[in-house]
């Protein structure tokens, strides 16, 4: 592979290269088999950066990359961004690929720097902040619809979440369409009248657990309030109404480690030592589906990954114990032995 050409911007190449391979050996080092980035900079410099340390035989798990049209209308009018997300198809090597007919799209701000747009405003009265201004997203949104592809939108308040609600409901009345799997991505705070309606026209979830933990207690003090936020992250109801749920860390806004999400989404203790939304915590079973076979499915590749069936890549992580079998609040410290990931063996150190 050549060594790639890297901008004057990009101060210290050596460096990013470093923490790639830094980042790369903690990733194996999770138990980790295949990765999944929705929301990819629109940069080639950095892409082939990443293709260069990650995309060779070698790398113990593949990368996945779902490009993001907030980046993209940064460098393209919104009629050119079907086109150009088509091109990025070719940005991959090896084992570094972009995913065909998937792209992400944002409705509101981050979940950290209490940007979320609530419905009911946050007790010290600032505001939050949208992403995409409204007529930018539903003009962007019906282009992706129509084109027929899998569109997941980063999501944090419930007021982000009735845009996504409304701008399916609405295209899919105009276009109906089978199987869409418009995937709600994050999903930090819900109201409980929106999980009909997310069953009811066919979105899925992504959600990051580890919110829960980090952030439960402080936003009880902090902006939101005690009974918003033990509710954040409402997994317990997704999980009652049978909707897909899958587990992501987004990171580094959670630990890359799919034991520690399987945990957090579990047992729901937080910085605090406190259990935030006891009825929000998952089985250990319907946690283990977040992290593997539903995680495939969110990204539209429950056919090849997941689970270890035939005609599907035998990936699979080797575990000190059961994450079904031990007591919940010991998840986190079942340790991981390796990883078999297409063939190779991958010992952890
Ligand atoms: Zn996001």
Same mark, same amino acid.
């Given at each position: ?5 890297? $901008? ?8 990013? $290269? ?37 995309? @060779? ?15 993209? %209308? ?57 992403? $995409? ?5 539903? @003009? ?5 619809? @129509? ?6 939108? #980063? ?76 509710? $954040? ?14 587990? #992501? ?69 080797? %575990?000190? @114990?059961?994450? %079904? ?25």
């Amino acid at each position: 592979m050549v060594m790639p050409k890297i $901008m004057q911007y990009l101060a210290a190449p050596q460096r990013i $290269m470093q923490g790639l391979e830094i980042t790369e050996k903690y990733i194996q080092e999770q138990g980790v088999t295949l990765i999944a980035n929705p929301g990819a900079m629109y940069n080639k410099d950095i892409q082939n950066v990443k293709n260069y340390v990650l995309g @060779d035989i070698d790398t113990p798990f593949r990368s996945l990359f779902i490009p993001s049209a907030l980046y993209m %209308l940064e460098h393209f009018e919104i009629s050119e961004l079907l086109n150009e997300t088509e091109a990025l198809l070719s940005w991959g090597s090896g084992k570094v690929q972009y995913l065909p007919k998937q792209i992400k799209l944002f409705t509101d701000g981050a979940m950290y720097s209490q940007n979320m747009v609530l419905r009911d405003g946050y007790i010290d009265g600032h505001k939050g902040t949208w992403l $995409m201004e409204e007529k930018i997203f539903e @003009d962007v949104f019906k282009i992706y619809w @129509d084109a027929g592809y899998q569109i997941h939108i #980063h999501q944090n308040g419930d007021a982000g979440l009735d845009r996504i609600l409304d701008i399916v409901d609405k295209n899919n009345l105009r276009n109906p369409r089978e199987d869409h799997r418009t995937t709600i991505v994050h999903f930090g705070y819900s109201a409980i009248d929106q999980i009909d309606r997310i069953k009811q026209l066919g979105l899925i979830v992504s959600a990051n657990p580890y919110y829960v933990t980090a952030l439960s207690d402080l936003y009880s003090k902090v902006g939101v309030g005690y009974e918003r936020s033990q509710e $954040m992250v409402r997994l317990g109801d997704v999980a009652r109404a049978n909707i897909p749920l899958s587990l #992501h860390s987004d990171m580094p806004m959670a630990p890359a480690s799919p034991l520690a999400l399987m945990h957090a989404a579990v047992n729901r203790v937080n910085y605090a030592n406190k259990v935030a939304g006891p009825n929000q915590r998952i089985s250990a079973l319907t946690a283990l589906m977040g992290v593997t076979l539903n995680a495939a499915y969110t990204i539209n590749l429950e056919e090849d990954y997941g689970s270890i069936s035939v005609g599907k890549y035998a990936n699979f992580t080797v %575990l000190s @114990d059961s994450p %079904l079998e031990v007591d919940p609040l010991e998840i986190k410290d079942i340790q991981v032995k390796g990883t078999i990931v297409e063939g190779k063996v991958f010992r952890a150190p």
